[in-house]
């Protein structure tokens, strides 16, 4: 529902976020899109149930949003909010110095709609946006990475997400303490374990010439960090390393669930994609996000 508008900050417009399960993180000041993926399960699924690992309490019935065309998004998102503001023309909708749409900051940040829905064609096209696959697959081993290192600055395990679980989550295990401190979670590699990482790979970690750069280089141990990972630095790690780098120091459910998403990157990276192989990546993937 994005395709069409430009946008930018921390809350979006209704008419794309009004099929969403999307909600605002109280302390970690952004939208969350967290279990809004259970509504993609089959719809007797026993995790569509599960009142506990998820958001608290919260069953879920809704089905997956349906696919809209591009004369849908043209006409009943994008036109009707021009129609509703009053704006004849693509120039006063806002951004680059034109005057904002009312509310803007408020309950939306639309900026513009794109000068692509010019073109006769555009309307007809299934798809209106090329994901970069291995940016995102960089983006998502950083954040995995520093993450389960407990990279200072970079980890996603800090204070406010602790905050935000204790107000959506039934995990005690995870929210802080009487005292204000944060337990140790289970997905965390530290001490010598840590170390035995490190050294891993700089000492064992080997691939052909021009497979990959020297990642042995990119190792910080000062830091206890990697850095200077390029794009493809990580594209391989994703899907070469990381199944088996947490094998014998985390425990086994948590190394599957990471595993998981390295394996599915690992196939749809494939030089030959099935269109049944497709379909099948696309039912996995919701119960790898499950685990």
Known sequence: MLSGWTTHGRLACPYCMDETDAF???????????????RFLPRNHVLRRNKKNFRRNIVVVDSAPLEHTGDEIL????????????????SVVGGNGHLPIEGYGDYHNWHKKSIFWELPYWR?????????VMHIEKN????????????????????????????ICSRKDL?????????????????????????????????????????????DLGGK????????????FMQRLLPIAFAEILP?????????????????CSRTLK????????????LIWCN
């Open 24 to 38: 605002w993180l109280q302390h970690g000041r952004k939208m969350s899109w967290f279990d809004s993926h259970r």
């Open 75 to 90: 006409l009943e998102r994008i036109e009707e909010c021009v129609r509703s503001h009053g704006l004849s023309t693509t």
């Open 124 to 132: 007809h096209h299934k798809l209106r946006h090329n994901l970069d």
């Open 140 to 167: 998502f081993f950083d954040n995995i990475i520093n993450t389960v290192l407990n990279v200072a600055q970079k980890t996603k395990d800090n204070i406010n997400s602790r905050k935000d679980i204790g107000l």
């Open 175 to 219: 929210e802080l303490t009487p005292d204000g401190k944060a337990p140790v979670p289970i997905f965390r590699v530290f001490g010598e374990a840590k170390m035995n990482f490190f050294r891993w790979l700089q000492e064992d970690v080997k691939f052909p010439d021009g497979y990959s750069s020297n990642i042995s280089r990119c190792v």
């Open 225 to 236: 960090k990697l850095t200077g990972m390029k794009s493809h630095d990580c594209h391989v």
């Open 252 to 268: 086994e459910h948590v190394n599957q669930a990471i595993s998981g998403i390295s394996n599915f990157f690992r196939e749809i």
């Open 275 to 286: 269109n049944e192989d497709v379909q099948l990546m696309k039912q996995n993937i919701v």
